[in-house]
């Protein structure tokens, strides 16, 4: 069988060859060409030391990304690829790292440390595909199985409880009766693993249309995951998140937490640690997911939010069950028609302004509050966006005159 290797891997792959080692790609790009993918990343092993694989690329850009873990980072053609000595993991004493790692001429030691059958084949173009542990099998049957006992695994390294879980998301694949017992069971092993890699592997798994059918399959190694996540939270988040179209992480992790209380999303979005960005994002929606929106509402909406967290609102209050899909649709056609009608979404945008006010005799905080009123007024259409019909309005809402003494 071939598999279609980008051109720098093969040259990668035949400039190790040629100096009497072996070399395969492995892991995800296998995988995922078999699965008739297009793999993100290019992953190589080869049977010499890491010294070896500098003078196979001598003249190329490298990086020692994990020296001391036998990977080189070469940059071929343009192409990044990490290549890394055949390894057989030590002992692992924390349940995250192994103590130690020897380099081995042996590709089945190197297959056998792998965590998933899925991630454990090799590849090069004269010798096929290797497998050893029934990778194609479990592909076909959509599987994701340890390599070798669940247990034991996961007792090495907890993080691969979470990898599980993300790749049967990732994979949409289901997990295996023997590899799914060893997770419930090793589950409070997760303490081991840092609050950096748990967050990233949650907030990977969260892209997944696949994620809350696993998430709901496996409750108990969430909560192990995520101990200040209110239980009482869960089933509305996991229900919201099935309800989204997947891809959008902002959307994702507010449809999950946004029915836990203030404290409690604050507690959980401390220990997951999103980008800056993507968390007020997350808790701008979260926040606005407490009451339907209402459709006069959605202008108003609009200016404080913008239009993609306006966009994204509603559809999180469709997947939370807050508005029907009617409502969601008239909520969205609004936005439309608003930026049709180039509404001022500013208060920059409005045609009157604070000097204006001055001159019609409003003075101190009275100002802002009838700039504001005003801006209220033409954006739910309450008043055209004219200068004159503002003014006017103005004029109306003008504080009394102070009484003569
Ligand atoms: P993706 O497409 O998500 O990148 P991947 O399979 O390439 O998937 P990586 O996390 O990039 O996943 O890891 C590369 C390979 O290294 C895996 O396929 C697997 O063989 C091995 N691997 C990575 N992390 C572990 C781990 N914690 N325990 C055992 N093997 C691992
Ligand atoms: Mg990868």
Known sequence: MTLPLPGPVLEALSRITSRGHEAYA?????????????????????????EEIHACFAGERMIDTGIRHGTVTVLLHGMPLEITAFRADG????????????????????????????????????????????????????????????????????????????????????????????????????????????????????RYPAAPGILNAFPDVFFAAMPDFPPE?????????RGLPGGDPALALAALLHACEDDALRRCLTSLRPSKALEAQAVQLAGNCREPLAQAEVPLLLARLGEAQTGRLITLQRACGLLTEEEAEQRALRVRDALDKGLPLTLRQLPVTGSDLIALGFSGPAVGRALEALHR?????????????????????????????
């Open 26 to 50: 492995v892991g995800g790009c296998v995988r995922d060409l078999l699965r008739g993918i297009k793999p993100h990343d290019y992953d190589i092993c080869a049977s010499c030391a890491p």
């Open 91 to 206: 002992d692992y004493s924390d349940g995250r790292h192994p103590d130690s790692v020897r380099f081995t001429r042996s590709l089945a030691e190197d297959l056998r440390r792998r965590d998933f059958t899925v991630n454990a084949m090799a590849y090069r173009p004269d010798k096929g595909v290797t497998d050893l542990f029934g990778g194609r099998q479990d592909l076909r049957n959509r599987v994701i199985r340890c390599v070798g006992d669940a247990e034991a695994r996961f007792t090495e390294d907890a993080l691969r409880i979470l990898r599980a879980l993300r790749f049967a998301a990732q994979l949409d694949f289901t997990i295996e009766p023997s590899t799914a017992r060893a997770m419930r069971a090793l589950r409070g092993r997760l303490q081991l693993v840092s609050r950096e890699r748990v967050a990233e592997e949650l907030l990977r798994m969260l």
């Open 233 to 241: 939270a869960f089933a509305p988040g996991i229900s919201a998140l």
């Open 377 to 405: 007024l033409a954006l739910t259409e309450g008043l055209p966006c004219e200068r004159e019909a503002l003014l006017r309005r103005a004029e109306s809402m003008r504080p009394a005159e102070p009484p003569l003494s």
